[in-house]
């Protein structure tokens, strides 16, 4: 079976190396680098399917990286810092970040993480030569398709990430209920939510910067104020 390639960009290469050491046991194919631009240069030139990459670096810093990919890639993002308020888990997820790990951290807990990021997204890429019927949830305004994970907003094609999808689709296949932040992380992540974090509401927010007209007056996802999120017919 063809290794699955996985990119780390991290300026100390003592972490870097930790995180190799347990990817390539799992059977990963890891590329290393110690800087922005080549980590850039490496996914121009390798197939890379996730990239672990630290917010502080000298010279391009990773939320600006994190950018540059986003321009062209959805592949899975994973951030790395030391940094563990709210407010820079929501500035790395906002760069287009899928999850987020404080340093210092279990590897452990980092490989599950990979894991469970590329299962996303080998399901939201599926096979060019799948030939079933697709299947799709039409609403007003808003086209899903859940054998290609296409995304049409408005008579737009929109480019959403696997979490960006999976939180959209699990909306719209529950037309009219209403989801807390909880619940559609514990659905989406596949895991408890043990602490308060805004984790969830920065999806929301990307989400609505690509589907709606106008994301400061949301009509496709509207909030319940104090419950929750929900997509109406």
Request: charged share 30%; hydrophobic share 40%; with cysteine.
């Amino acid at each position: 079976m063809e290794q699955v390639g996985i990119l780390v960009v991290d300026d100390d290469t003592d972490i870097a190396d930790l995180v190799e050491i347990h990817l390539v046991s799992e059977g990963y194919q890891v590329h290393k680098a110690n800087c922005a631009r080549e980590g850039l240069q490496i996914l121009d030139n390798e197939d890379i399917k996730l990239v672990i990459l630290d917010i502080m670096m000298p010279g391009m810093d990773g939320l600006t990286m994190c950018k540059k990919i986003r321009e062209k890639s959805t592949i899975p993002i994973i951030m790395l810092s030391a940094k563990s308020t709210d407010l820079d888990k929501i500035i790395g997820l906002g760069t287009g970040a899928d999850d987020y790990v404080i340093k210092p951290f279990n590897p452990l807990e980092l490989t599950a993480r990979v894991k469970s990021q590329l299962r996303r997204y080998t399901k939201f890429n599926p096979s060019s030569h799948d030939e079933k019927q697709d299947k799709e949830i039409v609403l007003d305004h808003l086209i899903i398709n859940k054998e290609n994970h296409r995304v049409n907003a408005y008579g737009k094609d929109v480019k959403l990430t696997p979490i960006e999808f999976d939180i959209l689709y699990l909306l719209a296949s529950n037309v009219g209920r209403v989801f807390s932040t909880d619940d559609i992380f514990e659905r989406v992540w596949n895991e408890k939510m043990y602490e308060a974090n805004n984790t969830v509401m920065v999806h929301i927010r990307r989400i609505r910067e690509k589907i709606e007209m106008d994301s400061r007056n949301a009509q496709i996802i509207k909030t319940v104020w104090g419950v929750g999120y929900k997509i109406e017919e």
